[in-house]
Every structure is written in C-alpha cells, then in structure tokens.
C-alpha cells in the first residue's frame, strides 16, 4: 500500500474516534455551502497578510499565508466530502484526490510549494510556506524581510487562484 494511503487509512481511523474534536479525517456529506465558507474565511486571512506586513506585525504574514492556503485545502476537502482536524491528514487527501485525477488543476508540486515531508537541513531558508511560518512563528524574530514578504505573497496569490478555481469549478 502506498505511503498516502497508508497515512490516510491512520487519519480515517482517527477521525472515527473523539468526536467533534478528533484529530483526523472524517467523510461527510460533500458541501459546496462548507466549501465556500473556507474559500470566505481563505480570503479572510489573505487579506490579513498585508494588513500585519502594513502594522509592524509582518511575523505573523507568514501565518496568514498559511492559513490563507489551508483554509483553501480544507474547502477542497469539504468540496469532495471530508473533515480535517490534522494538517498532515488534510495533505496526504488532497494528494490521493490529485493522484486519484478527482483534481486536475492542481498539482503534488502545487501543494508541496505549501508543505513537504521531505526534510530540509536550513528550515530558516526553505521556500516551502509551512516553514516560513514555522520560522516566524517558532524563532524570536518579529519581522519578515520585505523580499521573502514579496516571494511569499506572491505564491500565496499564485496558489490562491488556482485552489479558487479548484473549489469553485
């Protein structure tokens, strides 16, 4: 069985136990209303990005990127029928609905450019927008260079556009 299957195998189960506040994957009905409410809070923090950047707070951009992506990812999900409570359940989904050709639009490199499981050395000088919030969110520094700010931006409007089109095909 491959490693994706494996994991999501590891988060349906979880998502069987615990309830409201489980820790893993759930089916559900799929639910264009839950997807757009995703979409309408990915926009939400999109928006939030600029405004910390703009307020001295430009550590937390990095989170707002994130989230902006995540939220994305979790309205696929509810596009296709599923609940995450596990950021790791939530791509190892989205990467068997892409391998699955359920999604066409999007790519594994698209996803991989928000998170990875390969392990990089310097996580201070990945790419990948999980670890630029990491980075920020873990170290002591509170600001954010202006051109990592523009890279990270200007993935996150790349990603954002294609995730959009995804849910709202």
Known sequence: MPKVEEKLNKCLKEGEKGGVRHKGLREISPSKELASDHL???MHNFSAINFFYKN???DWSASA??????H?????????????RNQSCTFAMVE???NKGEIKNISIDDVKDIFDSYVIENLE?????????ENMQYSTKTSIESEEFAKLK????????KFRMEIEK
């Not at 994305?72 to 995450?84: N, P, T, V």
């Not at 000088?125 to 919030?133: A, E, F, G």
């Open 125 to 133: 000088h990945s790419p990948k927008i999980l670890d630029v919030r």
């Open 72 to 84: 994305c990812l979790l309205a696929i999900l509810s596009k296709y029928g599923y609940e995450s």
């Open 96 to 98: 068997s609905l892409i």
């Open 56 to 58: 001295g707070f430009s």
């Open 40 to 42: 309408k809070k990915a």
């Open 65 to 70: 990127a994130f989230y902006t992506l995540y």
């Open 154 to 161: 200007q993935k996150t409007v790349f990603l954002l556009e």
